[in-house]
Nanobody, 120 residues
Framework: HLVESGGDAVQAGESLKLACATS????????IAWYRRTPGKEREFVAG???????VYPESAKGRFTISRDNRGMTVFLEMNNLGPEDTGDYYC????????????????WGAGTQVTVSA
C-alpha cells in the first residue's frame, strides 16, 4: 500500500513536507515517484527516487522540491518550498515507475493522494 499525508492549506511562500508511507507488497526501498494533478492541467511528474537512491526531477521542480527517503526505506518524503498558488492540487505517490534522467513514467499502483492548497 501507499498512503500519502502532509497535505494542507498554506500561504504563498510557505513550505510543506509530504510523506508517502509504503507497506505490504510495496514496503521497502522501491522506486517511488510523486505526481500531482492541478486544476485545469494534466497529471504531471514532480519528483522520483530510485531504489538506489538516485533522485529525479523535472526542470520545473529543481531547486524548490526535494525528494528523500527515511533510513528504513519505508517512507518517501517530498519537501516543497516557496509554494505558490500554481502548486495547488492533489499529490500522489506512485510505485515502481520507470525513471530516466529527468522524468519518471508512472507504474500501475497509486496512493489515494493528499491535497495541497496554496493561497496567494
Amino acid at each position: 500500500h501507499l498512503v500519502e499525508s502532509g497535505g494542507d492549506a498554506v500561504q504563498a511562500g510557505e513550505s510543506l513536507k509530504l510523506a508517502c508511507a509504503t507497506s505490504g507488497m510495496y514496503a521497502g526501498p522501491y522506486t517511488i515517484a510523486w505526481y500531482r494533478r492541478t486544476p485545469g492541467k494534466e497529471r504531471e511528474f514532480v519528483a522520483g527516487i530510485t531504489r538506489e537512491g538516485r533522485t529525479v526531477y523535472p526542470e520545473s521542480a529543481k531547486g524548490r522540491f526535494t525528494i528523500s527517503r527515511d533510513n528504513r526505506g519505508m517512507t518517501v518524503f517530498l519537501e516543497m518550498n516557496n509554494l505558490g498558488p500554481e502548486d495547488t492540487g492533489d499529490y500522489y505517490c506512485n510505485a515502481q515507475p520507470r525513471c530516466s534522467t529527468n522524468v519518471c513514467w508512472n507504474g500501475n499502483y497509486w496512493g489515494a493522494g493528499t491535497q495541497v492548497t496554496v493561497s496567494a
